[in-house]
């Protein structure tokens, strides 16, 4: 069965720290990983990685793949309460043509002013 | 201005009864998909279509059915064989694997928070 397992799975931090949020995946046909920011519906589209070792960024955000540890993690430095939100990670499965995303549980992050 | 929409936002139905939500969106794409989403449990793929008139069951398909007579259109019905179907339900759509300008990003709707009681 596939699985993707965030942690921590809650994270409080206060205004202008760093964090760092970890993502495992075990799965089949891995074809990448992505990380959402979910505020109060709809996750909005942070990163999408493919390729092992190579970070994205975003501003105070980035991101990147280990694909020989099945992780990836997401930096978040200088930290605003508008960072508070729940960050999802999720696999692209690629199974004959066929392709599925496999969410993992989130991670809550709460920012203190 | 393109997008997805979903609605209702907020659905109240008691037991025993079939509800059907809806998801229409603009943005020309060929793949879209369902998820529920609980506490401490993610997003769970429901159904997904990468093309009208086909459409493939997800990891949590009991319970529920859709269809994809148009592009623009998906609907999921929850039906009372779905055991635990108060959620709130995502809408997502993205290009498709099979086109040119395939890209992984899913844009999601507003939900639907669904209560059943």
């Known amino acids: 069965e596939d699985k993707v397992v965030q942690s921590p799975l809650s994270l409080v931090v206060h205004e202008g720290d760093t964090v760092t949020l970890n993502c495992s995946y075990e799965v089949t046909n891995f074809r990448s990983l992505l990380w959402y920011k979910q505020e109060k519906k709809a996750p909005t589209f942070l990163f999408m990685l493919?390729?092992?070792?190579i970070e994205k960024k975003s501003g105070r955000l980035s991101s990147i793949l280990d694909k020989k540890e099945l992780s990836s993690i997401l930096n978040i430095t200088a930290t605003q309460t508008g960072d508070s939100a729940i960050y999802l990670c999720a696999v692209l499965l690629s199974n004959f043509g066929n392709e599925k995303l496999t969410f993992g549980t989130g991670t809550r992050l709460t920012i203190i002013p | 201005d393109g997008g997805i929409t979903q609605s209702p936002k907020y659905l109240f139905r008691k037991e025993g009864q079939n509800v059907t939500l809806s998801c229409e969106q603009n943005?020309?794409?060929?793949?879209m998909y369902w998820y529920r989403q609980d506490p401490g449990q993610g997003l769970r793929l429901i159904y997904y279509s990468q093309i009208v008139n086909d459409f493939q069951k997800g990891d949590i398909a009991e319970g529920y059915s859709v269809s994809r007579e148009k592009k623009e259109s998906f609907p999921l019905t929850v039906t009372s064989a779905q055991k635990n179907p108060t959620a709130f339900y995502l809408c997502?759509?993205?290009?498709?694997?099979?086109?040119?300008?395939?890209?992984?990003?899913?844009?999601f709707g507003p939900g639907t928070r669904l209560t059943v009681t």
């Open positions: 493919t390729s092992s070792g």
């Open positions: 997502a759509s993205s290009t498709s694997p099979q086109g040119a300008a395939f890209s992984y990003e899913q844009y």
């Open positions: 943005l020309n794409h060929d793949a």
